[in-house]
Antibody, heavy 120, light 115 residues
Framework: QLQLQESGPGLVKSAETLSLTCSVS??????????WGWIRQPPGKGLEWIGS???????FYNPSLKSRVAMSVDTSKNHFFLSLDSLTAADTGVYYC????????????WGQGTLVIVSS | QAVVTQPPSLSASPGASVSLTCTLP?????????FYWYQQKPGNPPHYLLR?????????GSGVPSRFSGSKDASANAGILLISGLQSEDEADYHC?????????FGGGTKLTVL
């Protein structure tokens, strides 16, 4: 059964860079049939797609975050990564990783999420 | 102007049917959009329910009861999640998702209360 698990610092400072890891188990990331995505949710608010990446490292970002985001993948470790720089309090929230199949497949499953608090 | 709009909250009684809307701005061609629906309970990640573009292009999530279904309302330019036979366990936040201008865009979510 496919499982995803986010990890990273729970507290980061304003203006610094957030680095998160998503560890994938139960399936290999080497398949070309999937995208690996990051989605976040500020406290008490809705969801926001951050970006997606393929096993070969082809990435797609939300235009509103594109200047601050970088994603990468390490298929040998079955991990993919998120980097978000120039942090502000508005970046506080729960960060989820998820898998999406190609074509019209949904984001499913999702990790449990990791709370990131940006402090001044 | 938000790309997709959901009412912040909705309430209904057990056993009732409720329609949750995901509204596109006027001028957006409803027929070309595929709507994905997710249910989220407190402290948990979103759970995929279903996808709906039309009766010939739809998908039900694994294990999702048939009382959850999708449709569209052309008069409202909206995607619809219909929940029939409402149960207390359906109390949750519901999020819609579309693909628009090469980006995935979520609605703001609707908090459904089962009274």
């Amino acid at each position: 059964q496919l499982q995803l698990q986010e990890s990273g610092p729970g507290l980061v400072k304003s203006a610094e860079t957030l680095s998160l890891t998503c560890s994938v188990s139960g399936a290999s990331m080497t398949s070309s049939y999937y995208y690996w995505g990051w989605i976040r949710q500020p406290p008490g608010k809705g969801l926001e797609w951050i970006g997606s990446i393929t096993h070969s490292g082809l990435s797609f970002y939300n235009p509103s975050l594109k200047s601050r985001v970088a994603m990468s993948v390490d298929t040998s470790k079955n991990h993919f990564f998120l980097s978000l720089d120039s942090l502000t309090a508005a970046d506080t929230g729960v960060y989820y990783c998820a898998r999406r199949g190609v074509n019209d497949a949904p984001f499913d499953p999702w990790g449990q999420g990791t709370l990131v608090i940006v402090s001044s | 102007q938000a790309v997709v709009t959901q009412p912040p909250s909705l309430s209904a009684s057990p056993g009732a049917s409720v329609s949750l809307t995901c509204t596109l701005p006027s001028g957006f061609n409803l027929a070309t959009y595929r709507f994905y629906w997710y249910q989220q309970k407190p402290g948990n990640p979103p759970h995929y329910l279903l996808r709906y573009k039309g009766d010939s292009d739809k998908h039900q999530g694994s294990g999702v009861p048939s009382r959850f279904s999708g449709s569209k309302d052309a008069s409202a330019n909206a995607g619809i999640l219909l929940i029939s036979g409402l149960q207390s366990e359906d109390e949750a936040d519901y999020h819609c998702l579309i693909w628009h201008n090469s980006s995935w865009v979520f609605g703001g979510g609707t908090k459904l209360t089962v009274l």
